[in-house]
């Protein structure tokens, strides 16, 4: 790979352009988003009320689109918030929408108001994810069912996909893990179909290297059910108990922002009375969730 330091010492100035000229330009990547999702330039023209010969033109760099047409294109193509600003950076124009920390002043009442979400729903577990669900939020039942768990699986940040995945995660523990992980695959190749996001694509790669994970693809996925659930619980061993448990995604319904637009809520509920008991602490556990 050339460096800065390979141009010093062979005597050449690094060009400023080099990384500019190198990066793909926003035709080359609204056609890679068109493609993604399956669109003709016909469909995608006709919907945005441009002729297909402009379109052409974009896609291939001979015309210059303004700022609306890209933002009119990423729309109909449901490109993400943080994938619209690169779209915008590529055709020369400013990024149109912030990305705020959770903990910027600015967010106080938004992280308030997630947290007031995951305290209410204690004593059953509740996380605030982001998109490549790392866990930036949590109440107290969830830190529950990580106990145990050792620390180089939780780090270097608490991602659901590893821990639940990982075999010295909550992997060893899961029930019904051939689901249950199935269900969470299935999770994140579509995260990875919407956002085009590499990091995601690594994770992918990493959690698909776990020996039970691998052994997925060389099994039948199907379960023989004796009464089917209606959906895919979360089935945990805890001392001589099974916790099932069923869980609901919520998101913010009109994000202007890339944290917001990214972050969602999973909440955990109990699947059938006896794991209602034991996390209102009602029934005893022989060991600690």
Not at 56 to 65: H, I, K
Not at 235 to 264: H, K, N, Y
Request: charged share 25%.
């Amino acid at each position: 790979m050339t460096t800065i330091t390979s141009y010093v010492m062979d005597g050449r100035r690094p060009s400023p352009y080099g990384d500019a000229m190198a990066k793909p330009g926003v035709g080359e990547l609204l056609r890679d988003w068109r493609a993604r999702r399956h669109r003709s330039q016909m469909d995608v023209a006709l919907a945005v009320s441009v002729s297909t010969r402009h379109l052409s033109f974009v896609e291939t760099g001979r015309s210059r689109p303004s700022p609306e047409l890209v933002l009119a294109i990423a729309m109909e193509l449901d490109v993400p918030l943080r994938e619209r600003n690169t779209l915008l950076l590529a055709a020369g124009y400013a990024p149109r929408y912030t990305e705020t920390s959770l903990d910027d002043p600015a967010m106080s009442r938004m992280r308030a108001s997630i947290q007031r979400m995951l305290d209410a729903h204690d004593p059953y577990p509740g996380v605030a994810i982001d998109r490549a669900w790392n866990v930036v939020l949590n109440n107290a039942a969830a830190v529950l069912l990580l106990e145990g768990i050792p620390e180089h699986v939780l780090a270097p940040s608490l991602n659901v996909y590893r821990v639940c995945l990982h075999p010295e995660g909550l992997a060893a523990r899961t029930v019904n893990f051939d689901d249950w992980a199935t269900y969470l695959l299935g999770q994140l190749e579509r995260s990875i179909i919407v956002t085009g996001d590499t990091s995601l694509v690594e994770l992918a790669a990493e959690v698909r290297s776990y020996p039970d994970v691998a052994r997925l693809a060389d099994s039948p996925r199907a379960r023989e059910w004796d009464d089917p659930p209606l959906l895919i619980p979360f089935e945990m061993a805890a001392g001589d108990q099974v916790l099932s448990m069923f869980t609901t995604l919520t998101m913010f319904g009109t994000p202007r922002d890339v944290t917001l637009e990214e972050i969602a809520i999973e909440l955990f509920f109990p699947g059938d009375d006896r794991t209602e008991a034991i996390l209102r602490g009602e029934r005893p556990v022989a060991a600690s969730v």
